[in-house]
């Protein structure tokens, strides 16, 4: 069977390789003294809120189960609307928010409405694969720039206006970013957006760990910048609701006919038992209890992040997001005779029973040398993480 070019031009996610892997060994090593503990996928260990899982089972039972407006439930773009305003005094139009099928369907939409064949847009290298692979399912070419630990391994606003060419239509960026948990300052940003609007172009910001900073100076929204920037973001990481599929974007007035068009045909509706379930997350016992959760996080960041350095796994620029280290493994790989990242995922896995994730999948900036740990694990698991690690590498 002949595939299409946008098939071949997908490139598989390692992430998931490695995943699989990790599983594989996992069953067999689970009933023994050295189950394997998984730092690799960055799913938070807490679940939905009890009140978030008592409205879905609410809405199930009463029926509430049937098709949505391709936009979403208005009250809970309203909700979403307030949450805003109350979390970073903005004020963003509940008709300029559009609900999704995750943050994925969100990325997908925006990039089917805006870039198209003969496109490129900038993007920091490391960042999210996936990212980039929804640039690449509208035909357009992403295209990484290095970035460093000096620059927080963001992009400056002197790179974009140095990488601009003339088919140049915007730049995609994360803030917190995966795999790094950092983020563009906002003065960057700022000048970052200046850049692109001077050249006609988009600015999409990814912020789906954005209500999981851990430092005012970076916690503020893209969107206080200016109307025309998109923001994407999702209630998986904060709100605890990965499997639910259920995301929002935040678009200008003049984009949501578009984006509106182009969801009724591929996706008809978010699912609308999740949706009438996070109409919860924004009740005041659900939101402090997220708040808690976010404290959890940033204290397991306290923990590990110094643990990881004392075994030389450095973490060259201390996450102010998000739950990742990237840390760079030259010295372990140096003491174990391995190669690159990717050999030392793979014999941490075995000799430890330890899952991370190479670099390999988030570009090709030095990636072969950086190893991405999800700290959204326990603090038991990550303590025994820190444990085995020692065992090997000192």
């Known amino acids: 069977m002949q595939l299409s070019d946008r098939a071949r031009n997908i490139a598989p996610f390692y992430v998931m390789e490695v995943a699989k892997a990790a599983a594989a060994l996992g069953q067999k090593v689970a009933h023994t003294d050295s189950p394997m503990v998984f730092l690799n996928i960055g799913e938070p260990d807490f679940t939905a809120a009890p009140l978030v899982q008592e409205a879905a089972m609410r809405a199930i039972h009463d029926g509430n189960t049937q098709y949505t407006a391709a936009t979403g439930l208005p009250m809970l773009r309203e909700r979403i609307s307030h949450w805003y305003a109350s979390r970073f005094g903005i004020q963003v139009a509940p008709s300029r928010i559009v609900v999704t099928a995750g943050a994925s369907a969100a990325l997908h939409l925006a990039c089917l409405a805006l870039f198209g064949a003969g496109d490129e847009v900038l993007m920091p290298d490391p960042s999210y694969p996936c990212n980039r692979q929804f640039v690449t399912a509208a035909e357009a070419t992403p295209v990484l720039l290095a970035t460093t630990a000096a620059g927080r391994f963001q992009l400056t606003a002197d790179q974009v206006q140095a990488a601009w060419g003339p088919h140049t239509r915007g730049v995609v960026l994360a803030s917190p970013s995966n795999p790094t948990g950092t983020s563009v300052s ?47 973001n999702s209630f998986s990481k904060y709100f605890n609701m990965t499997g639910w599929r259920l995301g929002w974007m935040v678009v200008p007035d003049t984009l949501v006919e578009v984006i509106e068009r182009l969801a009724q045909n591929l996706f008809i509706c978010p699912s609308t038992i999740a949706q009438h379930a996070a109409l919860a997350c924004f009740e005041e016992a659900s939101l402090s209890l997220y708040e808690q959760r976010r404290a959890e996080f940033k204290a397991r960041r306290d923990y590990f992040i110094p643990q990881l350095n004392e075994l030389g796994l450095h973490v060259p620029v201390m996450p102010d997001g998000a739950f990742y280290a990237w840390a760079d493994c030259t010295q372990a790989c140096a003491k174990l005779g391995l190669k690159d990242s990717w050999e030392f995922a793979f014999d941490i896995m075995q000799r430890a029973h330890v899952a991370v994730t190479p670099g390999r999948d988030f570009g090709s900036a030095q990636t072969q040398q950086f190893v991405r740990f999800s700290t959204a694990s326990s603090m038991e698991q990550l303590r025994t993480a820190v444990t085995r690690l020692r065992a090997v590498l000192l």
Do not use: C, K, N
Request: glycine fraction near 6%; charge should be negative; aromatic fraction near 6%.
């Open 186 to 232: 906002p003065h960057e940003l700022r000048r970052i957006h200046q850049v692109v609007q001077s050249r006609g172009g988009v600015t999409l910001v990814d912020e789906i760990y954005l209500p999981l900073s851990f430092d005012a100076e970076y916690g503020q929204s893209a969107l206080s910048l200016d109307d025309s920037i998109i923001s994407i």
